[in-house]
């Protein structure tokens, strides 16, 4: 009997241990990150010291309630990774949740869930949760810094022109906005509305090359019943529909002749006229245009009209392309990935070191629309946490066809992140790493800022490369 006793503690079986009653408790107690046990019912069954801490409950509150009792999240209603695992018995891994505690504040916490198991049954799951509310605040908080009015940027040139925004903001005069395409013209026209006196009213945007031009007649200017085949009732346009507010003409190089002529007596006289009718009305609207063309060269080719440009070109606006901004790539990086990880339900960290310096180098011909579509596309391809460098489009690594251009042709350059051509995959890494930290004056801190990783982790790669600072 006795020895049959023994065996149930585990003291005559070869590497079993016996804990006395209360020293696992004591264990976990003792332990940083909340821990709590519940059963196939959802009731909680344990819950350590830090578990008490983040929450705000006691253990004897606590145990024997329903866990969404206890974390109140947003999650508990739809069915979140506490619930799959009880069910499904699938482990979670880095599952986010923002709980609600007993005072009533939030936390941001990432979860394990493991399921137990027993003789081949799952009698419950052990949940461990880490309070990251302090990490996720200043992650907000460098967005935030570096961020105006969405556009996210850190580059002397952006930051210059968030304050041109802020000037142009306070006048009422007619602004024109070019560059590239995918720069984020509109996303400027929107931040000039904003921080200017009109921000309460409406702002309507028209992107002029979607229509024909008559269509484009009707949809600026409204057009009333019987005014042509089609039209069976009165119609409001989109200069009166912004009245009182900005209306922002995307792609106005695109415009015809003819509606160029319109254009232009509407910003000479501040009045319209709906098609088929000769009745006018007054307009309160501020006009911002916006073009990915040369317009010089279209008003010498007699394809755009001189007086509409100037009168278009009051205020001139330039949106650099991001090639020659590329300290702003890690932070769109880090943000696009934000985005995307709640518009896709995905749990994306971040990308690996070798991906973030073939992207800083890369030229972007689509800007930063291209880097949201390349970055879309491998998380398609990542099942993980982070993503590796052939998860994006073969175009953007597979040659040497991405590299910034030279500043022989007048462009911004990054001289010092170097061509990785044919390189062996050790030898990129060095190079990539190399090129990080000169970019950031070999200061490890900022570094390990700029690739996502911690300064450890900065320090063990530059032993492994053999790197030293100058």
Known sequence: MDDQSDNQRGESVPGAYWLKEGTLAAILDNVSDGVLTYDHGLQITSFNQAAELITGYSRDEAVGRRCQEIFRCQECERGCALNISSCGLTPEKNYHLRLVRKDGSSRMVTVNTIPLWDEGRSPGVVVTFRDITPLVTLRSDVEERHSFHNIVARSPRMRTLFSRIREIGTVQSTVLITGESGTGKE??????????????????????????????ESELFGHVRGAYTGAVADRVGRFELAQGGTLFLDEIGDVSQPIQVKLLRVLQDHEIERVGSSQTFRLDVRVIAATNRDLKRLIDEARFREDLYYRLNVIPLHLPPLRERPDDVPLLIDHLIQKLNIRLHRRVEGIATEALAVLVRYAWPGNVRQLENALEHAFVRTPGKTIALEAFPDELWRSDSGPLPSARDGRASSPSVPSMGRRSRPERDRAQLTAVLQRNEWNVTRAAQELGVNRLTVYRNMKRHGLQRP
């Not at 945007?205 to 979607?210: L, Q, R």
Request: aromatic residues 6%; contains cysteine; glycine residues 4%.
């Open 187 to 216: 996303m400027v026209a929107k931040a000039i509305h904003h921080e200017s006196p009109r921000r309460d009213g409406p702002f309507v945007k028209v992107n002029c090359s979607a229509f024909s031009e008559t269509l484009l």
